[in-house]
């Protein structure tokens, strides 16, 4: 089985964008009309072909510009933070996936490169947690172990994936890559014209 197939992709997608105010950063769409949750959603897919998205329980994936083939992950835990949805995302894996790893993606990364990732999914297997880094800088997407999703199940608001790396360090493998995109995102308000050179 090649890399690819034996990694299932996990996009999360239910943040609220504090930093965006009332702008629902998710929707911005690019010249192309696709929102940048539909941008990113389609570069994770041409990484990990089986891939879930995250989204809050009142999300209209259609809004959003998902198509009705993405394959979502309702939570009910948004609001309580990141680690929160992030275990909602590996309760669902854990009952319909049977693949040796999750690469764990951000849905705000439309940047982000097949040629980069590559690297990391080569390397990734059941005991480990695979992490690409940019000039010491490090990326997405973190691909964890099946060995650690039940670990992420448990997750609560207060605690990250980055709670999991550093629980299992010795179990950490930090993958250098040449290319910036593992570190892009849309975090700001300054860098929607990032965005908006797609097309």
Same mark, same amino acid.
């Given at each position: +089985?090649?890399?690819?197939? =034996?990694?299932?992709?996990?996009?999360?997608?239910?943040?609220?964008?504090?930093?965006?105010?009332?702008?629902?950063k998710?929707?911005?769409?690019?010249?192309s009309?696709a929102?940048?949750?539909?941008? =990113?959603?389609? !570069?994770?897919?041409?990484?990990?072909? *089986?891939?879930?998205?995250?989204?809050?329980?009142?999300?209209?994936? *259609? %809004?959003?510009?998902?198509?009705? =083939?993405?394959?979502?992950?309702?939570?009910?835990?948004?609001?309580?933070? #990141?680690? !929160?949805? +992030?275990?909602?995302?590996?309760?669902?894996?854990?009952?319909?996936?049977?693949?040796?790893?999750a690469?764990?993606?951000?849905?705000?990364?439309?940047?982000?490169?097949?040629?980069?990732? !590559? $690297? /990391? #999914?080569?390397?990734?297997?059941?005991?480990?947690?695979?992490? $690409? +880094?940019?000039?010491?800088?490090?990326?997405? $997407? /973190?691909v964890?172990?099946?060995?650690?999703? $039940?670990?992420?199940?448990?997750?609560?608001?207060a %605690?990250?994936?980055?709670?999991? #790396?550093q629980?299992? !360090? *010795?179990?950490v493998?930090h993958?250098?890559? %040449?290319?910036k995109?593992v570190?892009?995102?849309?975090?700001?308000?300054?860098?929607?014209?990032?965005?908006?050179?797609?097309?």
């Open positions: +089985m090649s890399s690819e197939f =034996s990694v299932v992709g996990l996009v999360l997608a239910a943040g609220f964008s504090r930093r965006f105010g009332a702008l629902d998710r929707a911005l769409r690019a010249p009309g929102t940048l949750l539909a941008e =990113s959603y389609k !570069a994770v897919t041409q990484i990990c072909p *089986r891939s879930w998205v995250v989204l809050r329980e009142e999300d209209d994936a *259609r %809004e959003l510009g998902l198509s009705e =083939s993405a394959k979502i992950i309702r939570t009910k835990c948004a609001a309580s933070g #990141l680690g !929160a949805s +992030m275990a909602d995302g590996f309760k669902a894996l854990l009952a319909t996936e049977y693949v040796d790893s690469a764990v993606f951000l849905g705000d990364m439309p940047f982000i490169q097949k040629a980069s990732c !590559a $690297p /990391v #999914l080569e390397v990734a297997g059941k005991d480990k947690i695979v992490r $690409p +880094m940019f000039e010491r800088q490090p990326g997405h $997407p /973190v964890f172990g099946r060995r650690f999703w $039940p670990e992420l199940a448990l997750l609560n608001g %605690e990250t994936g980055s709670t999991i #790396l629980r299992n !360090a *010795r179990w493998k993958v250098p890559v %040449e290319a995109d570190c892009l995102d849309i975090d700001r308000l300054e860098d929607i014209s990032r965005f908006n050179i797609l097309s």
